[in-house]
């Protein structure tokens, strides 16, 4: 069974950075997709980027490119440093993953085909 533990949410101003961990344990043959996805009060849950563990290839939602670095420790930790916040990025963040499928990219605008989620971090960026 995967486990997916998450770290580094909270509250900032503006303009402000946080930066997000996630670390799987439990997956032990091929490579992954882990990604962050995103769900505001009353809104879907959207994808914010994903990464391809085999490989390090990355994808992003528009709404945070060049603001949002995805990046790989190992194969089993990614940390989502986010620049620039705006409230707009309010919500709780939450790591997934699933086993990387040959000819199938690791992007997902919901999520919906990812089967191992973590328990969420809260991220508020006031104005």
């Known amino acids: 069974q995967v486990q997916l533990v998450e770290s580094g949410g909270g509250s900032v101003q503006t303009g402000g950075s946080l930066r997000l961990s996630c670390t799987a344990s439990g997956y032990t043959t091929g490579d992954m997709c882990m990604g962050w996805f995103r769900q505001a009060p009353g809104k879907e849950r959207e994808g914010v980027s994903t990464?391809?563990?085999?490989?390090?290839?990355t994808g992003y939602a528009d709404s945070v490119k060049d603001r949002f670095t995805l990046t790989q420790r190992a194969k089993n930790t990614v940390y989502l440093q986010m620049n620039s916040l705006k409230p707009e990025d309010t919500g709780m963040y939450y790591c997934?993953?699933?086993?990387?499928?040959?000819?199938?990219?690791?992007?997902?605008?919901?999520?919906?085909?990812?089967?191992?989620w973590g328990q969420g971090t809260q991220v508020t960026v006031s104005s």
């Open positions: 997934a993953a699933r086993p990387d499928v040959p000819f199938r990219g690791c992007w997902s605008e919901s999520g919906s085909n990812y089967d191992y």
């Open positions: 990464i391809r563990t085999g490989n390090g290839g």
